[in-house]
Nanobody, 127 residues
């Protein structure tokens, strides 16, 4: 069974940057569409960004566009979420998720599509 492990969260000041990593052992993540989702206290889980199989397409929630970048490192079997210009409202637990169900070139920010989830990493943006 595919297991995902997130890392890279932490405490950062507004305007700062963090890079989250999503890794797996034993499974090639390039065969999966990967999504990053987040859940703030008292709120529903929301889609942040996703990247299609083989990395041909990416998708971002409007609130993240221009600030966050999703990418793959095939050699490291890792998907990254580079987060710049962080705001207090970005504070949340960030989860990576994977699905083999989407065709090449397609990714969607719908949690129901994703079949495997990591445990999450906390990101706190505060001065």
């Amino acid at each position: 069974q595919l297991q995902l492990v997130e890392s890279g969260g932490g405490l950062v000041q507004p305007g700062g940057s963090l890079r989250l990593s999503c890794a797996s052992s034993g499974f090639t993540l390039d065969y999966y569409a990967i999504g990053w989702f987040r859940q703030a206290p008292g709120k529903e889980r929301e889609g942040g960004s996703c990247i299609s199989k083989s990395g041909g397409s990416t998708n971002y929630a409007d609130s993240l566009k221009g600030r966050f970048t999703i990418s793959r490192d095939i050699a490291r079997n890792t998907v990254y979420l580079q987060m710049n210009s962080l705001k207090p409202e970005d504070t949340a637990v960030y989860y990576c998720a994977a699905t083999p169900r989407l065709p090449n070139g397609l990714c969607v920010l719908s949690p129901s599509v994703f079949t495997s989830w990591g445990q999450g990493t906390q990101v706190t943006v505060s001065s």
